[in-house]
Every structure is written in structure tokens, then in C-alpha cells.
């Protein structure tokens, strides 16, 4: 299950921990599209249909469900990496994404001074042109995504997770305590 919640406005601290604002305010993949425009869904383990974030238009979500579940809620294949391809393959033609590649941040790769300042340059507020989309292969990051009132918006991705964030929206980047992610960048441009 996705984990989005409201954080701290002015995050202190190591950027990997979560950042709560006290008491916590907890949100939904359908309030944080309404607060933000960004859409999250779980490619695998669950189907996306039951718990998509909308705001796509109507042919997009549903070519989300064909490709990754069905209508019962029971996912096509999920675990299967011949099955996944394909689907990710016909989303990627369906929504215009005409290249990808592999990120891949791991905390073991580096020393720990380069790993702190590769950390504190992703963690720099920035903004796409396009939209940003990335599926999580394996590991699990932090995306904070600023929402229409100018309140930050921290969402725990995990394997599976399929995360589109809007063109011109204020974003940030890190991993959490477990220092490693992969993940598939797909581009637009």
C-alpha cells in the first residue's frame, strides 16, 4: 500500500527520514492528485484500477487497467517480467514515452561524503518541463511533491510503484535510511 503524507515545512535533519508533521496527516492517492496532480499506482501486487489516483482522462485510466489488472480486481500476470514488459511496453506508446533508462543509487557505491552530497543534490527543490515518470524496480525513495496551497507532499515509493509527476510541479528526490533504489525513467523528450 502507498504511503503519502503532509511534511514538515521546513525538513531538518537527514532528508531519508520521513519528515512527519506532528500529529500526522495521512493521505490517499486521490487526495494527493487533487492537491498536487500527481498520480501514483502499485503495478504490481495490487491491481491499479481499485486504487488509481485520477485526473487522467478516461481512455488513459482505463488503458492503465487493461495493461496492469482487470475490472475484478485481479491482476494479469504481475510477477511475470515478460508480462510486465509488454504492458509497460503499450503504456509507454499509449502516453508518448519514446525512451527510457535505468537509475540506480546505492548507497555501497560511494563514499559516504559523495553519497551525502549526491543526496543533498537531489534533494534540491526542482522542477521538469514534462511530466516525470518512474516505475521503482527495486528499493524504495522518497518523491516530495509541492501541492497547490505550497504544503510539501512526501510519498514512500516502493517496488512496483508506478509515479507520474505533472510538467512544471516543485518536486524533490532522496532515498530513505536503506540507501538503494532502481528505477525505470521513462521520457517523453
Known amino acids: 500500500m502507498v504511503q503519502i503524507w503532509q511534511m514538515e515545512a521546513y525538513p531538518c535533519g537527514d532528508p531519508r527520514l520521513p519528515h512527519h508533521v506532528f500529529p500526522p496527516k495521512l493521505m490517499t492517492p486521490d487526495e494527493l492528485t487533487k492537491r498536487s496532480g500527481t498520480q501514483i499506482w502499485k503495478v504490481r501486487k495490487e491491481n491499479p484500477c481499485l486504487r488509481s489516483s485520477g485526473s487522467w482522462e478516461t481512455r488513459s485510466r482505463v488503458t492503465l487497467c487493461i495493461l496492469f489488472g482487470n475490472e475484478d480486481g485481479k491482476l494479469l500476470n504481475s510477477h511475470d517480467p ?16 519514446v525512451r527510457e533508462d535505468l537509475f540506480i543509487l546505492d548507497g555501497r557505491t560511494f563514499s559516504e561524503a559523495n553519497y551525502k552530497d549526491k543526496i ?9 518541463k514534462v511530466e516525470l515518470a518512474r516505475l521503482i524496480i527495486e528499493g524504495e525513495a522518497y518523491y516530495d511533491v509541492e501541492d497547490k496551497d505550497g504544503n510539501w507532499c512526501r510519498i514512500l515509493c516502493e517496488s512496483g510503484d508506478l509515479i507520474l509527476i505533472p510538467a512544471l510541479k516543485q518536486f524533490r528526490f532522496t532515498t530513505t535510511p536503506k540507501n538503494y533504489v532502481k528505477m525505470k525513467r521513462l521520457f517523453k523528450e
Open 120 to 128: 543533498e543534490e537531489l534533494f534540491e527543490e526542482t522542477e521538469e
Open 82 to 97: 515478460v508480462a510486465l514488459a509488454t504492458r509497460l511496453t503499450k503504456l509507454k506508446l499509449e502516453q508518448g514515452y
